[in-house]
């Protein structure tokens, strides 16, 4: 009653027009317009409905392997989101159905369709609250949709070091003007199993970020969607920090991963910068991941068997440029070390160069991609590996 009491109270203070504004500021996602939607007559309750799909084709040409090719629906995603009662009270789903989505089921395992569910609520214009299911709030490529990318996957480091989506509470203090010095404060107190999980557990994670933007706030939310698509008249940059610790987790990358045969407390440090200024796009980040010991073991039938923490540092750079007729270039170089304990077992240090062109049709919603990739793998044993492939990608959403 008193949190109800509180709410309405606060509702009169809140213009229902600052509504979109603050979903892209809670729960970043690519927007363009606002799907398919209803309200009721009443105004309590809204409904949004969007889609995605994400289509592609691969080329794989991998040192001393043959030729080979993947066709595959990447991303297919549903998404609802809207409130009950005021603007305050919002809720978001989102559903995932392509199997590069959803994974590979497994013995034991919950499936994996359940991406978002979570409620939030916004006190005042500074603190928002978020309790449910949704992504941390960890390094910025990372918390950037998928459908926002420029090139047609995260990196590297991300695939490696990211501390995805968990269930819990998250506590946001938002202080946002649109051309002078902002800042953000966004914090978690999450289970540390990740996403669909329902094992019993004793530990916490937990997870602080802090977010600069020494000129203000981008454009339509720009420091959430990779490429100036909305050519910035002004520069527009933003500089964040995250420091993320899970205690006793069973898995090799803290929410995902394989299973570990012994719990091991994990800490992540990510460090981003993203700058856009007529049509211009420069981003930066640092991520690693580190734990006491990174090696857990078991004897198994006589036979002792080792896995490991995905521990270790790696740095992503990327650049574009993003013509007026929405044709777009971009490059990234990444480097990714492990820790010298599993670099022994010849688990590679990896440096991978990324080269794609875009052509926006309807901003992120509708676009074509172009990409060429190229890993070079470095093991223990002094081998190398060199592996490419060239991909081919068509997205469309509302």
Do not use: C
């Not at 995932?96 to 989505?101: K, R, V």
């Not at 500074?126 to 047609?152: A, C, D, E, M």
């Not at 570990?260 to 980040?285: C, H, P």
């Amino acid at each position: 009653m008193l949190l109800l009491a509180f709410a309405g109270n606060a509702h009169a203070q809140i213009k229902y027009s600052e509504y979109e504004e603050f979903k892209l500021a809670s729960l970043p996602y690519y927007n363009y317009g606002k799907g398919l939607g209803m309200t009721s007559a009443d105004s309590i309750f809204q409904l949004n409905i969007r889609f995605r799909m994400q289509n592609r084709i691969t080329v794989f040409e991998n040192e001393g392997e043959e030729t080979s090719y993947d066709a595959q629906v990447r991303r297919l995603r549903l998404r609802f989101d809207g409130y009950v009662g005021n603007p305050q009270f919002q809720y978001v789903i989102q559903l995932s159905f392509s199997p590069g989505d959803v994974g590979q089921v497994e013995e034991g395992k919950n499936i994996n369709i359940i991406r978002d569910a979570a409620i939030t609520y916004r006190a005042n214009k500074h603190w928002n609250f978020v309790f449910g299911q949704t992504k941390l709030p960890g390094n910025r490529q990372r918390i950037n949709s998928s459908g926002g990318l420029q090139l047609t996957d995260r990196s590297i480091n991300n695939a490696s070091f990211n501390i995805d989506r968990d269930f819990g509470i998250q506590v946001y203090y938002l202080n946002e003007h649109k051309d002078k010095f902002s800042y953000n404060v966004k914090t978690a107190i999450s289970s540390g199993n990740g996403r669909n999980n329902t094992n019993k557990d004793t530990k916490v994670a937990l997870t602080g970020k802090l977010e600069i933007l020494p000129f203000g706030k981008f454009t339509k939310g720009g420091e959430y969607f990779e490429g100036d698509i909305a050519r910035e008249q002004t520069p527009k940059l933003m500089l964040s920090g995250v420091f993320h610790q899970n205690n006793g987790s069973w898995s090799e990358k803290g929410q995902q991963g394989k299973a570990l045969y012994e719990a091991r407390t994990l800490k992540n440090v990510f460090v981003d910068a993203i700058l856009k200024y007529q049509g211009w796009a420069g981003m930066f980040s640092y991520m690693n991941r580190t734990t006491n010991d990174p090696l857990t073991t078991r004897l198994n039938e006589g036979v002792l068997e080792t896995s490991y923490v995905y521990a270790g540092e790696g740095n992503d750079y990327q650049l574009s440029y993003t013509f007026p007729s929405k044709w777009e270039v971009i490059g990234r170089y990444s480097r990714q070390n492990v820790v010298s304990d599993i670099y022994k077992l010849n688990v590679p240090n990896t440096k991978q160069f990324s080269l794609g062109i875009t052509k926006y049709i309807w901003e992120h919603a509708f676009k074509i991609q172009g990409e060429i990739t190229y890993d070079k793998l470095h093991f223990h044993d002094a081998s190398t590996k060199n592996n490419w492939y060239f991909r081919f990608q068509i997205e469309m959403g509302i």
